[in-house]
């Protein structure tokens, strides 16, 4: 059987649109496991990260912003400072509204309930100074 130049070029082009068939097929098989994969991958449970908890030493080298005694709120002053409470962070306030000025940590004696030990308890958190930039 003698096959014609004609038939050949039908052959081939059959053969060629197989092909190409082929392939775009396992182009759309691949994309849609991609899709799959992209799905599943969303719903991975990745563990938290956790910081590492500060040991002793390192919670000491921590520093704490000032607590302006002369502008800070009475929730503020008893949150911050160790041994004071709502009750004697309202004194404080009281005594600031009434025109005491604190200026030294000796100041704060005149606050009933603030003794020696818890204005030296709280020295490196009281500062004296303004937040409130003087214009």
Excluded: W
């Amino acid at each position: 059987m003698k096959i014609s130049i004609n038939q050949r070029c039908v052959l081939l082009v059959i053969l060629a649109m197989v092909f190409l068939l082929a392939l775009l097929n396992g182009i759309l098989q691949s994309e849609q496991g991609n899709q799959e994969v992209s799905e599943a991958e969303t719903k991975i449970y990745h563990p938290l990260i956790k910081r590492p908890k500060a040991n002793q030493n390192q919670k000491d080298k921590i520093v704490k912003p000032p607590l302006y005694i002369n502008h800070a709120s009475v929730n503020e002053i008893a949150k911050r400072l160790k041994g004071v409470g709502k009750k004697i962070a309202q004194r404080i306030v009281n005594a600031r509204e009434q025109g005491a000025d604190f200026k030294k940590l000796n100041d704060l004696k005149v606050v009933p309930g603030m003794g020696s030990a818890k204005i030296q308890a709280n020295k490196e958190i009281i500062s004296f100074d303004s937040p409130i930039l003087k214009e």
